[in-house]
């Protein structure tokens, strides 16, 4: 529960998900980012505008049909509280912020993990990039993972082997 030790259920993960039409299209942001704090990043990278806050301390709102899926605010967002998630294709990915030095590659396997840090499923690498942070000084690395479809709005980070 968010309340006693900062995880979110799946009942809050759920109330602000992407139908699985936009997730068939491709890529989409989803935020976890549920306490009102001054923070608005993900709202100044969006390059279509598709992140809106009603005050600054308000969550963030994005709006599903504008996202393209860039990563620009999930590369910016000083939480790690933002993610890309797809079903395109058939396959379920979910694009994780990595701030670690030793940077996982493309096809490597890797333990996918749930928000507590517990192992759920056997995950692959499909993709890592680079983007610049906000205000220029620095690279967030994307690992985009592939896991098993039931556990999109579960997995949130993973472990290298």
């Known amino acids: 529960m968010l309340e006693m030790d900062g995880v979110p259920t ?5 109330g602000n998900f992407p ?3 936009r997730l068939l299209k491709g890529f989409v942001a989803v935020h976890e980012c549920y306490q ?11 390059p279509v505008h598709a992140i809106s806050m009603e005050k600054l301390t308000s969550p963030p709102v994005i709006d599903f049909d504008k996202c393209t899926g860039c990563g620009n605010c999930v590369a910016s ?38 928000r507590y840090g517990k192992k759920v499923c056997d995950a692959q690498v499909v993709r890592v990039v ?4 906000l205000d220029k000084t ?17 997995v949130r980070s993973f472990r290298r082997r």
């Open 10 to 14: 799946l009942d809050d993960v759920m």
């Open 19 to 21: 139908s699985e039409e």
């Open 36 to 46: 009102d704090i001054p923070c608005n990043p993900c709202v100044e990278s969006c």
């Open 77 to 114: 967002c000083p939480g790690l509280a933002i993610f890309l998630l797809s079903l395109k294709n058939g396959d379920a990915q979910v694009t994780i912020p990595y701030e670690m030095i030793n940077v996982p590659e493309k096809g490597e396997k890797v333990d996918g993990l749930d």
């Open 130 to 133: 680079k983007l610049p942070s």
């Open 138 to 154: 620095s690279k967030t690395t994307l690992v985009t993972l592939e896991i098993p479809r039931e556990l999109l709005p579960v």
